[in-house]
């Protein structure tokens, strides 16, 4: 699953122990294995080798440009959804033909960024959307190619915070709806309908919320093929969910025998969007034990990562597993939180976890860190972003420097007025 493994007490990173690692770059950290990594990619390739087909990496999962652009160089795409996003694909080496734009708010900016990159589609997720970018090609004198995200009105059962498929949700176009948008769309003079697109969330455990969004989009899809429109494109999002504690997600081979079938009715090249499945479990944050502390009614343990670095477990109350770097079995155990030293409640990585006694310099490593661990960090309490590191084999490559106090302040200043 993935190739962070103890020898003998120790943990390590393909070849190297991570110990080592915070000895390069310091703590806090992320760790990403290049092994890992490949190995959650291919197997996607692997499963759905038989039929055409494009997996666009889901970018906000990860966008360290070496993570990119090591699964560029085995053909990936990148599903975007910012100007900033396509800044950095293109940066790190992905084709422009492998890109697929969504999210419910593009910019005029950000349109003609992608149009003048000339990336493979937009995702297109509400009429005014639409009519925008007909409008931004037209002044571009230019078309584009687009897919209409269609919102099948399917419970993905996963966290309300990451579920979008619902008639509820801001994503996608109303699927009763679907037929006129198409129509519309039809007629636009700046505008190539190639496909459909769907997503219906993150985190999916089970095989069923795939297939039944599918049906009803392979509907649509029919509908469509016998009123003339050539819809070349079937993407059917991300969403495998992954093993955080002792979830058993659909394996990708599990998710191509279940829909193969289906997608033999229609002839269209398939797209899949997989963030979380390919660089999640490729992952971990590691962090220091600063303090012990004892509350009335609770043990702490205070340590130099926070809810900025890794905001999963405050925003979706997400479970990590903290496992020690050096293992010592003989440890008294204690159920603990494990929190940040943010001045916030919120700031904890774990709630009332048994782990062995931990002393001050202790280094734990959260696990399954790789997706929306980095990307989704931030500077709250002026606390500098912590490096990215890849290891491969026995080498130690730092794919992102940690910040200085000096990043922190980057392009501020203080007015004349004030002086
Ligand atoms: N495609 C679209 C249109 C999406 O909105 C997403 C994720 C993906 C693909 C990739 O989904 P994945 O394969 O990674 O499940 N921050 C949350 C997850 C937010 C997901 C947003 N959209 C978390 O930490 O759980």
Request: proline fraction near 5%; charged fraction near 20%; include cysteine.
């Amino acid at each position: 699953m993935h190739d962070f493994e103890y020898r003998g007490n120790e943990l390590f990173c393909e070849d190297v122990p991570v110990r080592e690692i915070v000895q390069q770059v310091g703590s806090p950290c992320y760790i990403y294995s290049h092994r890992t990594l490949l190995r959650h990619f291919l197997a996607f390739e692997d499963a759905f080798k038989n039929i055409p087909h494009l997996v666009a990496f889901a970018m906000k999962a990860n966008s360290n440009l070496a993570v990119l652009r090591v699964l560029a160089r085995e053909g990936c795409g990148a599903d975007i959804v910012s100007g900033g996003e396509l800044f950095r694909a293109l940066k790190a080496g992905v084709p422009p033909q492998k890109m697929v734009f969504a999210g419910v708010g593009k910019s005029a900016e950000e349109i003609q960024f992608a149009l003048k990159s000339n990336i493979l589609m937009f995702n297109v997720e509400s009429p005014g959307e639409l009519l925008h970018i007909n409008e931004v090609a037209g002044s571009l004198g230019m078309r584009a190619r687009v897919a209409l995200r269609i919102n099948p009105d399917i419970d993905p059962q996963t966290h309300p915070y990451i579920s979008t498929g619902l008639k509820k949700s801001k994503f996608g176009i109303r699927a009763d709806r679907a037929l006129e948008e198409f129509d519309i769309a039809q007629q636009l003079p700046h505008i190539d309908v190639v496909g459909v697109h769907k997503h219906i969330g993150s985190q999916l455990t089970k095989i069923n919320p795939f297939v039944d969004a599918l049906k009803k989009i392979l509907e649509l899809i029919g509908v469509l093929q016998t009123k003339g429109f050539n819809i070349q494109y079937l993407n059917i999002g991300g969403g495998l969910g992954i093993t955080y504690s002792d979830e058993t997600p659909p394996h990708p081979k599990d998710l191509a025998a279940a829909i193969s079938p289906l997608l033999a009715t229609v002839n269209c090249h398939l797209i899949m969007e997989p963030g979380r499945s390919i660089v999640g479990n490729a992952g971990i944050l590691v962090t220091k034990v600063l303090y012990n502390k004892e509350a009335e009614t609770k043990r702490f343990v205070i340590v130099d990562a926070a809810m900025n670095d890794l905001l999963r477990p405050s925003l979706y109350d997400a479970h990590h597993d903290i496992l020690p770097v050096l293992k010592d079995e003989s440890a008294p155990v204690n159920a603990v939180d494990v929190v940040g030293p943010i001045c916030e409640s919120g700031d904890f990585l774990a709630k009332d976890r048994k782990m062995g006694q931990l002393k001050q310099g202790d280094l734990l490593a959260v696990m399954s860190a790789g997706a929306y661990g980095f990307t989704m960090s931030s500077n709250y309490n002026s606390r500098p972003r912590v490096p990215e590191v890849l290891i491969k084999g026995q080498a130690i490559m730092i794919i992102r420097q940690r910040e200085s106090y000096e990043d922190l302040i980057r392009g501020e200043s203080i007015p004349e007025v004030l002086a």
